[in-house]
């Protein structure tokens, strides 16, 4: 169904900081998880994933924290850059079924 | 990792008309879907594209008024029928790699929809 129209929260970090964006997701069956960048004009981009028999991954700069437990999963960007601003989206997967967070807006001050 | 490709990138489209918008993925794929994200809102998903039958749509959507086609592995269309101001949206392709089973799912650059 639909997501209720709601503005995007944001995160405003400065530039060289560490940016933690947080997202609670909804089935306690989802077994995927992945975290979505989405500059303005484009499609999202995969950053990082994590199987639900984790509770943590780390990527270049990203690392993802799932707890299972309270159903929440954590993307922590280090060292923010300029370029880490965007749009991110965390989204829940059983099967082939994936649904997408609200989103969180990531901006980065020089 | 798959490419996709939608076309038309954008466009402005009257009321009542329909607008058929076109996926294309570099690769075969098992799964194609079609998300609609109004603005400033999260992705909703519309409906998965089978190949060779008709698309499973989620609750919300219907076919007649977002007919899908998938003629094979690579390619997908999503129509908007009679479309309304409400219908202004960004509407994205997105697909499975194949053999992948559960996993990443790789999105087009999205086709911005506004109707007047």
């Known amino acids: 169904g639909e997501s209720v129209g709601l503005h995007l929260p944001t995160l405003s970090v400065q530039e060289g900081d560490n940016s933690i964006i947080n997202c609670a997701y909804s089935?306690?069956?989802?077994?995927?998880f992945i975290w979505y960048k989405q500059e303005s004009g484009k499609g999202p981009q995969f950053i990082i994933d994590?199987?639900?028999?984790?509770d943590k991954r780390q990527g270049q700069r990203v690392t993802v924290l799932l707890n299972k437990t309270v159903k929440h999963l954590s993307l922590q960007i280090a060292a923010t850059q300029p370029g880490d601003s965007a749009v991110y989206f965390c989204?829940?997967?059983?099967?082939?079924?994936?649904?997408f967070g609200a989103g969180t807006r990531l901006t980065v001050k020089p | 990792s798959a490419v996709i490709s939608q076309k038309p990138s954008r466009d402005i489209c009257q009321r009542g008309t329909s607008l058929t918008i076109q996926c294309q993925v570099d690769?075969?794929?098992?799964?194609m879907f079609w998300y609609r994200q109004q603005p400033g809102q999260s992705l909703t998903l519309i409906a998965t594209?089978?190949?060779?039958?008709?698309?499973?749509?989620e609750s919300g959507f219907v076919i007649d008024k977002f007919p899908i086609s998938r003629p094979n592995l690579t390619f997908s269309t999503l129509t908007v029928s009679n479309m309304s101001p409400e219908d202004s949206s960004i509407y994205l392709c997105?697909?499975?790699?194949?053999?992948?089973?559960?996993?990443?799912?790789?999105f087009g650059e999205g086709s911005r929809l506004t109707v007047l």
């Open positions: 690769s075969q794929v098992t799964m």
């Open positions: 089935n306690s069956a989802s077994d995927y």
């Open positions: 994590i199987r639900s028999n984790m």
């Open positions: 989204a829940e997967n059983i099967g082939w079924d994936m649904r």
């Open positions: 594209a089978n190949q060779g039958s008709e698309a499973t749509y």
């Open positions: 997105s697909a499975g790699a194949s053999g992948q089973g559960a996993g990443e799912l790789f």
